[in-house]
Antibody
Framework: QVQLQESGPGLVKPSGTLSLTCAVS?????????WSWVRQPPGKGLEWIGE???????NYNPSLKSRVTISVDKSKNQFSLKLSSVTAADTAVYYC???????????WGQGTLVTVSS | DIQLTQSPSFLSASVGDRVTITCRAS??????LAWYQQKPGKAPKLLIY???TLQSGVPSRFSGSGSGTEFTLTISSLQPEDFATYYC?????????FGQGTKLEIK
């Protein structure tokens, strides 16, 4: 089973950039999977942010597309999320996950809370 | 975007009950639907993919059905560990979207 672990600052200032990394272990990021980010505001539902394939191909949620960048570092077996121009509405638990096309997200990180506040 | 509407949003039931949660899509999504279980403070857990295929290790009391625009998740006999929030997700087209969730509480 693949394990995923998110890391990054838990506090980001408004208008700043949220940066998170997801380290993958127990499997290769170059396998035939997509690697995704999902977020969940406190007390609310799940929102898909976007995904990346090891080739670098990406798909983003149009609601966030102008602010989101997902990248992959195959040498470190990890992928990353950057979300720019953050506001309080971006406060959420951010999850990374291993996704199989048309099937779903089979493995998830434990999630990391990012708070946007001055 | 494809909208997914789950019903009910809240469900109160007892151990041993049979419960059904419905997920309706705003347009056809074939069988590209997954169901997740989420407990407080934990990541979602994949229960069912391709609308009706049980993920490895998931108890057989969970089952899924449907295609097109209407899908159901059924728990045949509720166990104490099943009280959680359940989400459907469509994987037919981008952006991938989730239902708003169904919170299953103990009666």
């Amino acid at each position: 089973q693949v394990q995923l672990q998110e890391s990054g600052p838990g506090l980001v200032k408004p208008s700043g950039t949220l940066s998170l990394t997801c380290a993958v272990s127990g499997g290769s990021i170059s396998s035939s999977n997509w690697w995704s980010w999902v977020r969940q505001p406190p007390g609310k539902g799940l929102e898909w942010i976007g995904e990346i394939y090891h080739s670098g191909s990406t798909n983003y949620n149009p609601s966030l597309k102008s602010r989101v960048t997902i990248s992959v570092d195959k040498s470190k077996n990890q992928f990353s999320l950057k979300l720019s121009s953050v506001t309080a509405a971006d406060t959420a638990v951010y999850y990374c996950a291993r996704e199989e096309k048309h099937s779903g997200s089979y493995d998830w990180g434990q999630g990391t809370l990012v708070t946007v506040s001055s | 975007d494809i909208q997914l509407t789950q019903s009910p949003s809240f469900l109160s039931a007892s151990v041993g009950d049979r419960v059904t949660i419905t997920c309706r899509a705003s347009q056809g999504i074939s069988s590209y639907l997954a169901w997740y279980q989420q407990k407080p403070g934990k990541a979602p857990k994949l229960l069912i993919y391709a609308a009706s295929t049980l993920q490895s290790g998931v108890p057989s009391r969970f089952s899924g059905s449907g295609s097109g625009t209407e899908f159901t998740l059924t728990i045949s006999s509720l166990q104490p560990e099943d009280f959680a929030t359940y989400y459907c997700q469509q994987l037919n087209s981008y952006p991938l979207t989730f239902g708003q969730g169904t919170k299953l509480e103990i009666k």
